[in-house]
């Protein structure tokens, strides 16, 4: 068996977490459950097969065994978040000046089926026909080209209630796991932004409720009020006049791959997300945006 000396920093921490996971009690599944990582990648941690772990990983294995960072790294050099020195921003190693995150997807986990399961329940009528609804109109209320209140009296017709589809939606909307910490330290190193597909009136509640990241986001592109939507070559030319940065230094974080391939198109760089199995992506995400310095 390998001493302690002569195992890895990976191989040293993945022992830790181990130790410490079966000393709570918990079994691996059980442990991502509580934490939201994915079985894969715990599994990986623990083996010590992923290079300098995130420190956002670390975290929240660390609060969910109901132990410090400090405990878990034991001398173990993990990949510390970077803390901006002065107002100045950094660009990455890919060139990255600029990022834009996505909101629902991203940000947020999607809440449109949870949203008209709330509404089935209250009117009787099916999930499949109010979701069938919804996806009719959305392009449209999206763009603004229809009024929140004229989408809200064709559901109140056809459900015979009356409706506030945003009041239903930010009822049903949750946060991503880690995904505020992703952000925060994201704009201590880069300007940030937000550019979205959304109904009218949803950003401001979501900020004012803690569902979305709290930090000074530098532009947010609200495509009720762009009027224009992504994948369209609108809605990019519009961010990047926004930001002021040249494409070739904007960074698109979506959820979508028509999102990702049209900002690709035109010339940004990019990387996908899923929500649901958050921890792989905000390690990539962390990890591809190391400053170059």
């Known amino acids: ?69 400090d405990q878990l790294l034991g001398g173990v050099e993990a990949r510390p978040p970077v803390v901006a020195q002065s107002l100045a921003r950094k660009v990455s190693r890919s060139g990255v000046r600029f990022v834009f ?14 949203a008209c399961m709330k509404l089935a329940q209250e009117s ?12 009719q109109y959305n392009s449209d209320v999206c763009r603004g080209s229809m009024s929140l209140d004229e989408f809200n009296t064709i559901l109140a017709e056809r459900l015979e209630m009356l409706v506030d589809w945003n009041r239903y939606y930010l009822m ?16 201590d190193n880069y300007k940030v932004g937000m550019v979205t597909n959304t109904f009218p009136g949803l950003i401001r509640p979501m900020f004012d409720r803690g569902i979305l990241p709290q930090v000074q986001f530098d532009v947010i592109i609200d495509s009720s009020e762009a009027r224009a939507l992504k994948p369209e070559a609108r809605m990019f030319e519009i961010a990047a006049d926004k930001a002021g940065t040249n494409p070739s230094e904007l960074l698109l ?17 990019t990387m996908g997300f899923d929500a649901y199995q958050p921890e792989d992506s905000i390690v990539a995400v962390s990890t591809a945006l190391q400053p170059a310095d």
């Open 1 to 69: 068996m390998d001493s302690g000396g002569s195992l890895s920093n990976e191989k040293r921490l993945g022992r830790v977490i181990q130790g410490a996971r079966k000393k709570a009690g918990l079994t691996q599944q059980l442990l991502c459950q509580k934490t939201g990582l994915s079985y894969s990648t715990l599994a990986k941690i623990e083996r010590g097969a992923i290079a300098s772990p995130s420190v956002f990983t670390i975290r929240q294995i660390a609060q969910t065994l109901e132990v410090s960072m």
């Open 101 to 114: 995150f996505d909101m629902n997807g991203v940000l947020v986990r999607a809440a449109v089926s949870k």
């Open 124 to 135: 009787g009528v099916t999930p499949d026909v109010i979701e069938t609804i919804f996806w």
């Open 172 to 187: 049903a909307v949750e946060p991503t796991p880690g995904i505020s910490e992703l952000v925060a330290w994201v704009a």
């Open 253 to 269: 974080i979506d959820d979508d791959r028509l999102n990702l391939a049209a900002a690709g198109q035109y010339g940004w760089h």
